[in-house]
């Protein structure tokens, strides 16, 4: 059996356990040794386990203690970024509503320097979900409470449900497309001129045209 593929393991390997200070310290040392290797030019696929558990400073078996293997790992981190994602985007989320152009503007530009900061591990989480059904079924379901939560605020303004699903769907994957591209384009879009595009975009869907 190659290294990274998926493993039968024992309760005793690999369990969940109560969270403790240990756990939370080695599992947070595994999550900050894998995105420092990615942000030094490894790929996801050739990062083996012996690698990033060397980097983490603990060994192979300790690692298989705490996380199931390799994809268990990318959706351990996909789950912590969006959560820093949707920290952001709550901004408009559950905003006010006083002046709505400017709560959607501040959580584009906060989420753009999220992207910006963490662009190898979505580069990885992305491009993993291409080729394994598992990872994109995994971030589908992160990206689709991003989607409730855009739907909830449309409907607030008067669209009807089925109306606001379909509409926060395809802003919601329109946000996360575009700010991919930008990290993977050779020449990015100036990023004022992207989120100011971006903000239009909302406001004449959700809002209607500027009286």
Same mark, same amino acid.
């Given at each position: 059996?190659?290294?990274?593929?998926?493993?039968?393991?024992?309760?005793?390997?690999?369990?969940?356990?109560?969270?403790?200070?240990?756990?939370?310290?080695?599992?947070?040392?595994? #999550?900050?040794?894998?995105?420092?290797? @990615?942000?030094?030019?490894?790929?996801?696929?050739?990062?083996?386990? $012996?690698? &990033? =558990? %060397?980097?983490?400073?603990?060994?192979?078996?300790?690692?298989?203690?705490?996380?199931?293997?390799?994809?268990?790992?990318?959706?351990?981190?996909?789950?912590?970024?969006?959560?820093?994602?949707?920290?952001?985007?709550?901004?408009?989320?559950?905003?006010?509503?006083?002046?709505?152009?400017?709560?959607?503007?501040?959580?584009?530009?906060?989420?753009?320097? #999220?992207?910006?900061?963490?662009?190898? @591990?979505?580069?990885?989480?992305?491009?993993?979900?291409?080729?394994? $059904?598992? &990872? =994109? %079924?995994?971030?589908?379901?992160?990206?689709?409470?991003?989607?409730?939560?855009?739907?909830?605020?449309?409907?607030?303004?008067?669209?009807?449900?089925?109306?606001?699903?379909?509409?926060?769907?395809?802003?919601?994957?329109?946000?996360?497309?575009?700010?991919?591209?930008?990290?993977?384009?050779?020449?990015?879009?100036?990023?004022?001129?992207?989120?100011?595009?971006?903000?239009?975009?909302?406001?004449?869907?959700?809002?209607?045209?500027?009286?």
């Amino acid at each position: 059996m190659a290294e990274d593929e998926p493993r039968t393991v024992s309760p005793v390997a690999h369990r969940e356990g109560p969270a403790t200070a240990k756990r939370a310290q080695v599992q947070a040392a595994v #999550l900050k040794a894998t995105e420092e290797l @990615l942000a030094g030019g490894a790929s996801y696929a050739e990062l083996n386990v $012996e690698r &990033i =558990a %060397t980097a983490a400073g603990i060994s192979r078996t300790a690692f298989y203690f705490y996380f199931r293997d390799k994809r268990d790992l990318l959706m351990r981190l996909a789950g912590d970024v969006t959560e820093l994602l949707y920290a952001q985007a709550d901004i408009w989320f559950s905003g006010e509503g006083d002046d709505p152009e400017r709560e959607i503007r501040e959580a584009l530009t906060r989420i753009a320097e #999220l992207y910006r900061e963490h662009g190898v @591990l979505i580069r990885a989480i992305v491009e993993v979900s291409t080729y394994e $059904e598992d &990872i =994109a %079924t995994f971030w589908r379901g992160l990206l689709a409470r991003f989607v409730d939560a855009t739907a909830r605020r449309i409907e607030e303004e008067g669209q009807a449900p089925d109306t606001a699903h379909a509409t926060a769907f395809a802003l919601t994957w329109m946000v996360e497309r575009t700010y991919y591209q930008q990290l993977v384009q050779d020449v990015p879009v100036a990023e004022d001129a992207l989120i100011d595009a971006i903000v239009g975009i909302y406001r004449g869907t959700v809002y209607g045209p500027r009286p």
